[in-house]
Structure formats: structure tokens, C-alpha cells
């Protein structure tokens, strides 16, 4: 059965690559059952590959003694063994506190970030965690009744890319995803090993701890005994119909255009619909999906009910929005949907340096008028009173045409298919209310440079 086990996980990871000659890697290691025989499976690994182990183990700051006893524990395996060990001592009660995370998550954030500067401390490409066989049914299971779509199904990889507090890139490993608990447990009972039990596992506090101590051995004895093994064969082809769906959404990219604030964060983007509104509906609502998580930040906990609500949203008048999670705004605007993320307090842009303002005789200026969107002369004779450079007001208006037909701006903005997300912030040159120049835009036709013009305000946009 050792032998088995050992020959299990190895192909596993050769599999998928997992680990390579003369990789350094941090393998995180809570004492437990699943950890401890990961750590087993990885010195035997050892034996035969040129690799280098440290372990990183965090009290929580939850048990007490009991988890001083952990880390002891798993302290002198490591010194008995030869291997590095690193300590982080956390308070995550007081972290839950200043942030208002749930105990588990916020126990996941820092034990990863944990392992990320222990990684940059000792070099280490790489993060070894114990995810198991039955960890992977849970999360399906756990994202199934959450309300995942296909992605969800995928459940947990053998890999994946981490962000380190640097910006760094590390990878993330489990290489014994592959082994169930009965297998783990069969293991450490051939090879002598003893392991710690959390007692708050036993607990049915957290969500998966119903899952694995009450739901699933249910599912096991009165439904289908292989339950876990049905749930990772329809994991599989989950991945495989989401790596295609991943690809074909690919294709799309530029339908899609983002902008970024100062600091680069996403902060918006615009979905062209007349590219991706006759889409095949599951290729549409992973753009979708792609498209709010990179605006948002996240999508934990939007539903397929929300994708669906911003994909309807098209079929309504334009300027319609709907409130979405995260403080996202869609927007129906022409043929596009916009989504927004506000942010905690709206600021007037500051407008004092958008252009620059000279008079001039006209005697003194080139023959030709410019007749770009970022130059205007007027006429300085014309001009009855001192411009300002500021956003819109009710009540602002133009004068078109030769006759000088009276048009509201709001009009004006509207013809011209300005999002209305824009118009808030839009420059204009004015006079009290009447706007001689939407900045970028039109210019109004009351003070045009004419043959007999001797003085010119000339304005100049910036940037």
C-alpha cells in the first residue's frame, strides 16, 4: 500500500509538472493528517530528486495551547529531520475585527501571505499545500450549492499562479490532490507517523465542515458510495468544456475596452454588444463574467442571476443601470453596456489646467483658422464676458447654425452619443450659461472668426 501511495502521487506530479529538478520549495504544514503525509511523500521525493523543503506553519491565534502544541510539533519533526522551519504567530480574531472577513477567510489570506514572504525569504519558486481528493468534492460541492457556474465545477487545480506583496509570481502546488482521506490515513499508519487533530474540524461551525463531516459521509452511505470519485470525473470534464469556453472567449478581446485610474486599477470597461450580443449565451456570459470580475476585483458571490440581469440590461432603454455587487454600476449606453465601479466619494475633476487662454490681434495669428477639435479662436469682440473653463449646469446651451438655433447642451451630448458617464466631467468653455466650446467637441457659432475680426481669443486644450 506505501509503495502504491508513493508511486500515486509521483506520477501525479509528474503528470503536471508539479516539481522539478532543483526546485526550492515552501510547503505549508499544519500537523494535520493531510499535511504531514504530503511532507512524508515529499522527503521521499527528496530521496531521488535534488529539492529543497522548508516548512511554514501559522498559529492562528484561535486554540490556545492547543495550537502551541501544533507548532511544536511540527518544530521538531522539522529539527529531527533537517528540514527549515519558519513560524508566524497571527491574531486572525483581531484581524476579523478591523476587517470584518469571516474567521476562515481571513485564516486563508494570511497563511498564504505568510508563505509568499517566506518564499521570497528563502528563494523558493513554489508552495506545497495539502488539498486532498475529498477537499476537492467539497469545494465542488460547496460551489455547486453557492450558485458556481462552470468554472466552479472545475473545483481545485494541481496549480496555480500567487501574487506575492512585491508582485512577484509564485506557484502554488498540491501534489497530493490525488490521494483520498482513507489513502492519507493508510499512509501515516504504514510509515509510524502521528499527526495532530484540530479539534475545531470536528466542529460543525463552517459551511465545510457540514460538507465533510455530515453531508458527504450521508451522500456516502445512503446515496452512492464513490460519490467523491463521480464529483472528480465531472470535475474533469468541467475543466476541459471551461479551457474551451476560456479559448473561445479569447477570441473576443476587443470587444471589450477597459480603463484604468491613475494607479492602473480597472475601474471600468465597456462591453461592445453588437460584437458579443448574437454570441452563443454561454460564450456571452463568460465574457461577462471575465469582464465584472476585472472590474470588480472579485466574484465571489455574484450569481448567475446577476450576469443575467446585465446581459438584459441591453434590451432596455438606454441610460438604464442596475446596481451590481461590489459597488459595480451597469450601464446601458447605444450599443454598448459599461460597467462601473464607483468609487467611496465623488470628486469634481479639477478643470483649472484642462486649457490655455491668450488674446490675440489677428493681424498677429497665422491666415489659416485650425480646424481641429483641440484649438478654437473666437471672436474676442463677440465673446460678451469672461469664459471659464467648468463642467455642465442645468440650463446650458449652445447657439448652432447660421441662424444661432438656441440647443441645450444636455441635447447636444445626447446627439452626439457622449456616455453619460462622461458628460459629469466633460469640460466646457462658458460664459454664464451659454457654452461657446464643449471642450474635444463642437464649438458654438456666436463669436466666429470672420474676415472683418480684429481681436482673437484663442483657447488651446492641454494633453
Not at 506545497?128 to 450558485?147: C, M, P, Q, S, Y
Not at 509564485?170 to 499527526?195: C, V
Not at 485610474?261 to 475601474?267: I, N
Request: glycine share 8%; net charge negative.
Amino acid at each position: 500500500m506505501r509503495q502504491n501511495t508513493e508511486k500515486k502521487v509521483f506520477d501525479y506530479i509528474k503528470k503536471y509538472n508539479l516539481i522539478k529538478e532543483g526546485d526550492k520549495l515552501i510547503a505549508g504544514v499544519s500537523g494535520g493528517a493531510d499535511s504531514m503525509c504530503m511532507l512524508m511523500l515529499l522527503l521521499e521525493l527528496k530521496k531521488s530528486m535534488d529539492i529543497a523543503i522548508t516548512v511554514a506553519h501559522v498559529d492562528h491565534g484561535i486554540r490556545g495551547a492547543e495550537a502551541k502544541a501544533d507548532a511544536g510539533f511540527v518544530k521538531s519533526f522539522c529539527e529531527n529531520h533537517g528540514i527549515g522551519f519558519e513560524l508566524a504567530e497571527a491574531d486572525i480574531p483581531a484581524i476579523v475585527g478591523e476587517t470584518g472577513l469571516s474567521l476562515e477567510e481571513a485564516g486563508r489570506n494570511y497563511r498564504y501571505e505568510f508563505f509568499c514572504r517566506t518564499a521570497e525569504k528563502y528563494g523558493a519558486g513554489k508552495i506545497a499545500v495539502a488539498h486532498t481528493k475529498g477537499d476537492h468534492a467539497e469545494t465542488v460541492l460547496f460551489n455547486i450549492i453557492r450558485g458556481s457556474g462552470i468554472k466552479g465545477l472545475k473545483g481545485i487545480s494541481p496549480e496555480r499562479t500567487v501574487k506575492t506583496e512585491n508582485g512577484g509570481n509564485l506557484t502554488l502546488i498540491r501534489p497530493i490532490l490525488t490521494l483520498s482521506r482513507d489513502e492519507i490515513e493508510e499512509y501515516l499508519k504504514e510509515t509510524g507517523q502521528s499527526y495532530r487533530t484540530d479539534s475545531t474540524n470536528l466542529e460543525d461551525t463552517y459551511s465545510r465542515n457540514r460538507l465533510r463531516n455530515r453531508i458527504i459521509p450521508e451522500i456516502k452511505e445512503y446515496i452512492n458510495s464513490n460519490v467523491t470519485g463521480h464529483i472528480e470525473s465531472l470535475s474533469a470534464q468541467a475543466a476541459e468544456a471551461f479551457d474551451f469556453i476560456e479559448r473561445e472567449t479569447d477570441r473576443y478581446s476587443g470587444a471589450v475596452a477597459y480603463a484604468a485610474d491613475a494607479d492602473g486599477k480597472t475601474v471600468s470597461c465597456r462591453l461592445d454588444y453588437s460584437v458579443i450580443g448574437s454570441l452563443h449565451p454561454v460564450l456571452k456570459k463568460n465574457i461577462l463574467r471575465r469582464a465584472f470580475e476585472k472590474v470588480a476585483g472579485k466574484l465571489k458571490d455574484v450569481e448567475e442571476t446577476h450576469i443575467l440581469a446585465i446581459d438584459e440590461l441591453y434590451g432596455k432603454q438606454s441610460g438604464k443601470k442596475l446596481s451590481m455587487p461590489y459597488g459595480v454600476t451597469a450601464i446601458r449606453e447605444y450599443n454598448t453596456i459599461v460597467l462601473k465601479k464607483e468609487t467611496e466619494k465623488d470628486t469634481e475633476d479639477d478643470l483649472s489646467d484642462t486649457v490655455t487662454m491668450y488674446a490675440a490681434s489677428r493681424s498677429e495669428l497665422p491666415g489659416d483658422i485650425p480646424r481641429g477639435e483641440d484649438e478654437k479662436w473666437f471672436d474676442a469682440d463677440l465673446v460678451a464676458g469672461e469664459p471659464e473653463v467648468r463642467t455642465r449646469k442645468d440650463g446650458d446651451y449652445l447657439l448652432i447654425g447660421k441662424e444661432k438655433h438656441k440647443k441645450s447642451l444636455n441635447r447636444f451630448l445626447i446627439d452626439n452619443k457622449i456616455p453619460p458617464e462622461e458628460r459629469d466631467r466633460l469640460p466646457v468653455l462658458a460664459v454664464g450659461s451659454h457654452v461657446l466650446w464643449v471642450i474635444g467637441y463642437r464649438q458654438d457659432e456666436s463669436c466666429l472668426i470672420t474676415p472683418g475680426t480684429q481681436n482673437v481669443l484663442v483657447v488651446k486644450k492641454k494633453g
